[in-house]
């Protein structure tokens, strides 16, 4: 689809009159290159003004819109206040009714800031190459001045999430809040049904996940400023994972190995908080959630020390015990997991390996675990290991140049990959019976979000930026994106612009250089040098990626740079994203071409190609995949039992037949069948108990088992030709 009729798709009614002008600029620019003068500075002039003009429209109105819903927000915020001395459910359903309608212009506004945004790159990018005058840098700086696509809703979010949970008109479909004492008193009487499930955002699609949710849960804010505090919003969370040199816990973590660890350090905001946590995941698959979780709290300067064993936690512990808060239990417990953690990271020789820094956004009815929502944006993740030469870390548990906020440019550019969806995670704990909430299933099931049942952000890191250093690789990496959307310059998986073809280098130490980030290129260029033979001569598609992040950088956010773009520097634009994930996301309107499209890849270029460099073949790594058992599989284990138990009796009455009917070598013919039988009862039952535990584990085998059928085959071989040996002798002897 072209990008006149997506954005024409895009606009919402009410603000028809507010868009740019893309179709009105695209037709001047037909007209204009249609003279026979050609394109002239007269021409320059007018398409200059009209998109001036537009540009200034779309700033002013998103600049009045957002205020205008501020201030319809502190209108509501007052009546609710006023409503909770005077109750009144007329009255409550209508201030609802317009809480409602200023959420869904919270999320049209947004978007409207995208799909302008989209538009004015992309006429921008269409005046440059069919004109002789480059607009494109002037135009950055005019955009640049004019930021209107850098308005921040997480303030209103929080405020519109209030207004919600103040009312409580529709927001608590599943009732009441309830204290966690309740909850466990329930838990003890009906049990607890626990599921976790993890989900790809688009980030076209964040703001209205984030308005469907907060209609249904308040938000809570993770950060040590204040709970709830809008003004003071700082969702950053940061973690650096600490694993071995060879790559233990990451493998473990990889193929779900029963009781595999993941250990963190996590901080809540700016470096300089001083309070770290912490953290160890242990995954169980008896566990619904997939894996237990501990914590605790070490103050920043004591981290050094403890990693290294230096430093015990026993004084906090006896001052728990003096302080009497926690029972016996719960401090012997906190004392076990303190030195088992302590133990693990000593033993196996525990560094900092990855960081991960992302903004989380919480939404939960407080002190209720029954549905938990959390949705992480602009995730980063930076190497904080000593691997290849290179100092990162030092002695130290984190890296100390890495500044907050994080910059459109930093120094470790290289050591640093970012993720362009957000990740939502959902959690639930209902009682046994109890459905999930509809508005949940509906949220699941929507096109806004992909299903990610296994993703993790600390493999996702490791298979990214230390692909050489480990054997095994994601299952989700397959899928990287066959079209070529567009991303910032930072994304990893290509090879950097300034990287010389081998064809070029002057040493082979350049070689190495482009070997060592070779893998994710090859298998893509294959694809797409072949699609792009096959796309030749078809109309261009949307080639804009937006990202959450977009317009705050100072590099285009959609892939392009206020210089022109040569066919050997776009290779550094290309994204890491998934293939074969478009048609899940399909937006509501026309149909579209998938082969030029998807809403969940962003809008391709057809016409964008890997550089014919000359690559040397990378070793091929093992891809670790999710095993998904279906019932069927359990049935078929059952039926294979069913089999060697039938084959069994059959056997076994065969010679017991023999042993009462038969004479002395009947006898001796029929007492081997019935042994025979009796071992193949015994290995039926055996077999069956073992594959019951692999599916139970998802093992992923192998499930075949050649010795033992091969053993009753000699057996049962041995008995019949003995019979017909002993028998043949008898009647020979005169």
């Keep these: ?412 550019e290289q050591d640093m990959t970012r993720f362009n969806y957000a990740i939502l995670e959902v959690k639930l704990e209902l009682p046994a019976g109890k459905a999930t909430p509809s508005w949940v299933v509906e949220l699941m099931n929507s096109h806004l979000v992909e299903s990610a049942e296994s993703f993790s952000k600390y493999v996702h890191g490791v298979a990214v930026l230390l692909e050489s250093h480990v054997a095994l690789l994601p299952f989700w990496l397959a899928q990287l994106e066959k079209e070529t959307a567009r991303t910032p310059d930072s994304m990893r998986g290509q090879l950097p612009a300034n990287t010389p073809s081998i064809s070029r280098a002057g040493s082979t130490a350049d070689i190495h250089s482009i070997n060592s980030r070779r893998s994710s290129i090859v298998s893509r260029s294959e694809s797409e040098n072949g699609a792009s033979t096959r796309s030749k001569g078809k109309q261009k598609s949307m080639d804009i990626f937006v990202d959450s992040q977009y317009g705050q950088n100072g590099h285009d956010q959609y892939g392009a740079t206020s210089k022109p773009a040569s066919r050997a520097s776009s290779i550094g634009k290309k994204s890491f994203g998934f293939k074969g994930l478009g048609g899940v996301f399909r937006k509501s309107g026309k149909a579209k071409d998938s082969r030029e499209t998807s809403p969940l890849l962003g809008p391709s270029d057809n016409n964008d190609s890997v550089p014919q460099i000359k690559i040397i073949p990378p070793k091929p790594k093992k891809i670790v995949g999710t095993l998904k058992v279906e019932a069927k599989v359990f049935f078929a284990n059952e039926r294979t039992f069913l089999k060697w138990m039938n084959f069994a009796v059959l056997l076994g009455t065969l010679g017991v037949g023999l042993f009462n009917a038969g004479d002395n070598i009947g006898r001796f013919a029929g007492v081997l069948l019935a042994v025979t039988a009796l071992v193949t009862l015994v290995y039926a039952i055996w077999l069956y108990e073992r594959r019951l535990t692999m599916l139970r584990n998802k093992d992923p085998g192998p499930y075949d088992e050649p010795l033992m059928p091969t053993l009753m085959c000699v057996c049962l071989l041995t008995a019949i030709s003995l019979n017909f040996y002993l028998k043949s002798n008898v009647k020979s002897k005169p």
């Design 1 to 412: 689809m072209k990008f006149g009729d997506n954005l024409q798709d895009s606009i919402y009614p009410t603000w028809s009159d507010n868009y740019v002008q893309y179709n009105a600029l695209k037709k001047q620019l037909e007209e204009g290159l249609s003279k026979p003068a050609g394109w002239t500075e007269r021409d320059e002039g007018i398409f200059g003004q009209t998109l001036d003009s537009d540009l200034t429209k779309v700033f002013d109105f998103v600049n009045s819109k957002f205020e205008e819903l501020q201030e319809r927000t502190t209108k509501a915020e007052l009546r609710v206040a006023t409503f909770q001395e005077a109750y009144n459910q007329k009255a409550i359903e209508t201030l609802t009714s317009n809480i409602t309608e200023i959420t869904d212009e919270v999320n049209q506004l947004s978007k409207y800031c995208r799909t302008n945004y989209a538009g004015f790159l992309k006429i921008v990018k269409k005046h440059d190459k069919n004109v002789p005058y480059k607009l494109r840098p002037v135009f950055m700086v005019q955009l640049k001045s004019r930021a209107f696509y850098n308005v921040n809703f997480d303030s209103l979010v929080v405020r519109l999430s209030k207004l919600y949970h103040s009312l409580g008109a529709e927001s608590l479909p599943i009732g009441t809040p309830i204290t966690p004492s309740a909850l466990a008193v329930m838990a003890s009487q009906e049990g607890l049904d626990r599921k976790s499930f993890k989900f790809w955002v688009h980030p076209d699609n964040v703001m209205e996940v984030k308005t469907t949710v907060l209609k249904h849960l308040p938000v809570i804010l993770y950060t040590p400023r204040g709970p709830n505090t809008a003004e003071s919003l700082d969702p950053s969370l940061s973690s650096v994972y600490l694993d071995n040199s060879a790559f233990d816990l990451y493998n473990s973590k990889l193929e779900r190995t029963e009781g595999a660890q993941a250990i963190r350090l996590r901080w809540y905001g700016s470096p300089s908080n001083n309070e770290i946590f912490v953290e160890r995941k242990i995954h169980h698959e008896i566990n619904k959630f997939g894996e237990y979780h501990d914590r605790f709290s070490i103050k920043e300067k004591y981290v050094n020390a403890f990693l290294t064993g230096e430093y015990t936690m026993d004084r906090q512990i006896a001052k728990l015990r003096e302080q009497g808060v926690k029972s016996p239990a719960e401090i012997e417990q906190f004392e076990e997991t303190v030195k088992d953690v302590q133990k693990c990271i000593v033993d196996m020789k525990l560094k900092p390996v990855l960081r991960t820094v992302y903004n989380r956004t919480a939404f939960q009815i407080p002190g209720d675990k029954r549905v938990r929502l959390s949705l992480d944006t602009d995730l980063r993740m930076i190497r904080e290991d000593n691997l290849d030469s290179t100092t990162r870390s030092g002695n130290h548990w984190r890296r100390m140049d890495i500044d907050y906020p994080m910059g459109p440019k930093t120094a470790y």
